[in-house]
């Protein structure tokens, strides 16, 4: 080598200081609404279309914001908002994701989300939403090899009317479960839709609570079921206790008045309302104390 020839070291990378346009602007209108909004909603984009994305933006124009962005550039905007928690809801930022900016509850867009969702036929490697159930009754399909499927699936069948029958309703796969290829196939013969697809709540962050999907989902029978319990439970105790409320108060008065007239019945206290039911609790009481005394060998 030369005397004279120097080794120049290559050149540093320089830091990026330009973003695209674009990415500018979606950071800034992901920082702005993250100030604007009480809630902040993450959600899944796997299996979502893009005509339920469409409606439901539509529907809910004035009361939600949705931007799909990357989780790059959505932390960025979201920590120079201010948001509080802003670390710790970024560090469950996964995936491809919509983010959803409302001053609904997060409960009440769960909802809203659930009845959303669209009915898909299940593919080998899809995850069952809910219990999978083949249901009893004729499926029209001609016996053949495909009854190996129905047995690997633990499903009991009979030939009917020249066709393959379900002898009784199935469970072949539970909330959790990967569909196989085979049951994937099963099913796709069925022509059962089994697996739920749209937009669910994988996180939120609301009133400065950051909440899992565990936290928000609601089962809207059972919550019914329990609501409907507690106020059963606390009619009859305040009946008990004859605390008079505008529910209460017919039942309380009703529960007085039978008191009232078994005590009247009892005591032979005769009036216009008991007097039938007095008069006849005397005669039932004679004819009883007269067996008695024939029994006694006393006659009348």
């Known amino acids: 080598m030369p005397s004279n020839q120097k080794l120049v070291a290559p050149q540093q990378e320089r830091k990026r200081t330009h973003y695209p346009e674009r990415k500018t602007e979606v950071l800034s209108r992901v920082q702005e609404l993250a100030s604007k909004y009480d809630t902040i909603i993450v959600s899944?984009?796997?299996?979502?279309?893009?005509?339920q994305l469409m409606l439901l933006r539509k529907n809910f124009r004035n009361e939600l914001v949705m931007i799909v962005a990357?989780?790059?550039?959505?932390?960025i905007a979201l920590k120079n908002s201010g948001m509080t928690n802003a670390d710790q809801f970024i560090s469950n930022l996964t995936g491809q994701n919509a983010m959803i900016f409302t001053n609904m509850s997060p409960f009440k867009l769960y909802l809203v989300l659930e009845k959303s969702k669209v009915n898909l036929p299940a593919r080998a490697g899809d995850v069952a939403t809910d219990d999978i159930i083949v249901p009893a009754g004729n499926t029209g399909i001609p016996p053949g090899p495909v009854l190996s499927e129905f047995k690997e699936a633990n499903v009991q069948t009979r030939i009917e009317s020249g066709s393959i029958s379900v002898s009784k309703d199935t469970v072949?796969?539970?909330?959790?479960?990967?569909?196989?290829?085979?049951?994937?196939?099963?099913?796709?013969?069925l022509n059962l839709k089994p697996i739920k697809a749209g937009l669910s709540i994988y996180m939120a962050r609301s009133g400065g609570l950051i909440l899992l999907q565990k936290d928000i989902s609601i089962d809207l029978n059972q919550y019914t079921s329990d609501v409907t319990r507690a106020f059963t439970e606390a009619l009859e105790l305040a009946t008990e206790a004859a605390y008079a409320t505008k529910d209460t108060l017919p039942l309380i008065i009703t529960r007085a008045e039978q008191g009232a007239r078994g005590v009247a019945a009892e005591s032979g206290y005769v009036t216009k309302?008991?007097?039938?039911?007095?008069?006849?609790?005397?005669?039932?009481?004679?004819r009883a104390l007269t067996e008695l005394a024939k029994q006694k060998g006393f006659s009348g």
């Open 273 to 286: 309302e008991n007097a039938e039911s007095v008069l006849g609790l005397a005669e039932i009481q004679a």
């Open 44 to 51: 899944k984009l796997h299996k979502v279309r893009a005509s």
């Open 70 to 75: 990357k989780n790059k550039i959505a932390s």
């Open 172 to 189: 072949v796969a539970h909330p959790g479960d990967v569909i196989s290829p085979k049951l994937a196939g099963l099913l796709a013969r």
